[in-house]
């Protein structure tokens, strides 16, 4: 079954190589600027005005092209916040969650286990309201007993909110700790990290479309890329949220490194694979393949 049905649809072409539901999530990388607490990159109000837009632009292909149908599918905006709720994250997520859900995008929440333990009022209020539609768990290893307690009584909050919450882990590191038989977590999602092991692993054909894959990522400079394997590669960027939408549009269409209508059909041509290639990046080994190749470059 072709899941991807409007892969072959005329309206992608050279000219706007990339078809509107492909955008459906947005990750936004944020960091602590300076020393003051509370002040966090990228800048809300602009990150706003550029998701405004884009919302306005996705919207108008759907119904241009009667494709009615995907605006009735789930679009996310996942956030990482670097730091404790204290030292900024809690003040962002409050500015933040508003402009999301204005826009119809659910938010979703990455943090690491020391900085996302004993949220304040404000942000027990946002979850109790179903602002956040998950909460992933960076846990560390191995996981201090100290801390054990607290994530249960968190993880229990959160299925009470009917806020998925999700432990990012090693395998390994979450059975010594003792959660995985756990009866107080039966009802989380586990979403595990495989132990370093399966992270080497090389597979034989790492090369698919890209279609499936693609989505804005936006640093804390407020750069904008087309996944997160190629962040960070200046060649690669495609914008940032000062620039107006047609200008980010116009860029893709004739991006010079980057080839979206081949990527978005058959995925980028790679060479074969490179056996001491070692992946501790948790994306996947054909991102990780393309962006050594276009850093070769």
């Known amino acids: 079954m072709n899941i991807l049905p409007h892969l072959t649809d005329p309206s992608i072409t050279a000219q706007d190589p990339y078809p509107p539901w492909l955008f459906r999530d947005i990750n936004l990388s944020t960091a602590t600027e300076g020393q003051g607490k509370g002040s966090m990159q990228p800048d809300i109000p602009a990150f706003a005005r550029w998701l405004f837009a884009f919302q306005k632009w996705q919207s108008q292909r759907f119904v241009a092209e009667n494709n009615r149908y995907y605006l009735m599918l789930g679009r996310r905006v996942h956030v990482q916040l670097p730091c404790s709720w204290q030292e900024g994250a809690a003040a962002y997520l409050q500015q933040l969650a508003p402009v ?17 333990l004993h949220p304040p009022a404000e942000i027990c209020t946002l979850l109790q309201n179903k602002s956040i539609q998950k909460f992933l768990f960076n846990l560390p290893t191995p996981i201090p007993p100290q801390q054990i307690a607290p ?19 090693d395998i390994n590191n979450l059975l010594r700790s003792g959660l995985l038989h756990n009866q107080r977590l039966n009802a989380a999602n586990f979403t595990l990290y495989p132990s370093q092991r399966h992270m080497d692993y090389c597979p034989t054909h790492p090369v698919d479309s890209c279609a499936t894959h693609f989505s804005w990522f936006i640093d804390r400079n407020g750069d904008i890329y087309p996944c997160g ?20 549009l116009q860029r893709i269409a004739q991006h010079p ?41």
């Open 229 to 248: 394997g190629l962040s960070g590669i200046a060649s690669c960027r495609l914008g940032t949220l000062q620039e107006g939408m047609e200008t980010i």
């Open 151 to 169: 994530l249960l009584e968190m993880v229990e909050f959160l299925l009470a909110c009917r806020v998925m919450p999700i432990l990012l882990g």
């Open 257 to 297: 490194v980057l080839n979206f209508s081949q990527l978005i059909q058959s995925g980028p041509l790679l060479s074969p694979p490179d056996p001491a290639l070692v992946n501790r990046t948790h994306i996947p080994y054909k991102c990780l393949l393309h962006r050594r190749q276009i850093q070769r470059l």
């Open 100 to 116: 999301t859900a204005r826009a119809g995008h659910a938010l979703t929440v990455r943090m690491a286990l020391e900085h996302a």
